[in-house]
């Protein structure tokens, strides 16, 4: 698989004196799932917004699909984006939301918009001002899918939502996956839920992306070791202290590899391996 | 149907694999059902379809799926002994894993204490 969907080079953008983007690299193959990992404010509302031609980056490049973001919303007829925030008009029921829609994607699908409805139990009918927030992340999921994009860009599509309307969210994006060749990247602050499903995971820190990982070197090579340290020592890169202030210390390891050469340390010899869960992998990862 | 740990070292399409050789060991799926599609699957535990097509990808080439075109997840008549064979390997790593139990120097008692408490743990 060597079909590039999406790069960025040396992505920057400022807003006044606060640099957002310090040179960012990303780039995705063509059915991939990336999730982005990055703290609130991390930049990566700003990354989509560039990826989608809504704002322009100050500087670096970036190429999605064959174009560049070029201020002409050609991008955005090709990209599924569903905001961190879903904002619809108040005076629309959802079917003029999505009939409002259609004239502005030319491979719209509105059988697929009503079917979309149907199976997540959303009522057409129902005014965008009365919304409830569940309803309004699936009426934003269905607006973000409907015209069959290539790419889909989610920026927290389950926040907030209670575990019914992320299950129907969640099997929506398998149902994307199953249908194939779709390329996905998804920022979520609680990324666990979206584990199973990630092929990748990049750690967005600083504005720019500090680390990039595949998922399944996360669930099957990260370890927590428990140890007893008498005096402090040093720690080998891939270690990070995961707190514990006594003489009882919990340690991540990355790789196996790292892990085989931990246990020779004779500090370590004693140590307690278990293994990391992934929500604890990305707690480590984010605060590193 | 089948349960994941998300936790474990275990890639999970091997976690997918066993799961379904599982059911049919204990006769919940038997040959010539329809294993749950590959979105069901992916649906039902949460993860890529990807994952789930690799494992079942790897269960036909193991003959445990039927062959055939069009038969896609159809369980064949071979799978029941691939199950055998994949709890006679089950029960092999324990068998492993008790003696290294005794050469540590656990007592009956001690290793009877700690299936217990994995019992628990895991059911």
Redesign the interface.
Known sequence: MNDSILETKGLRKAFGPKEVLKGLDLSAERGEVIGILGRNGSGKTTLFSILLDLTAADGGSAEILGLRPDGSGRLRGLIGYVPEKPAFHGFMTALEVLEFRARFFKRWDMAKALDLCRKLELDQASRVSAMSKGNLAKLAWIAATAHNPELLLLDEPTSGLDYLVRDHILNGLIHELTEGGKTIIVANHRMGEMGGILDRVCVLRDGAIAASHAASFLAEEAFRATVRLESPVSLPAGVVALGGGSALRDFAVFGREKLERLKLDPAFAGAEISPLSLEDSFKVLLGE | MIT?N???????YDQIKLGLKGLVKKGLLKPGDAAPS??KM??D???????VARAYRELTAEGFFESLRGQENIISPRAGSLAEHAARRVSESLETALKGAMESGFSWTEVEKMIAALKRKLL
């Open positions: 994941l998300q936790n474990s070292q275990t890639p999970i590959i979105r992916a649906s535990l949460k993860v890529n379809p990807n994952t």
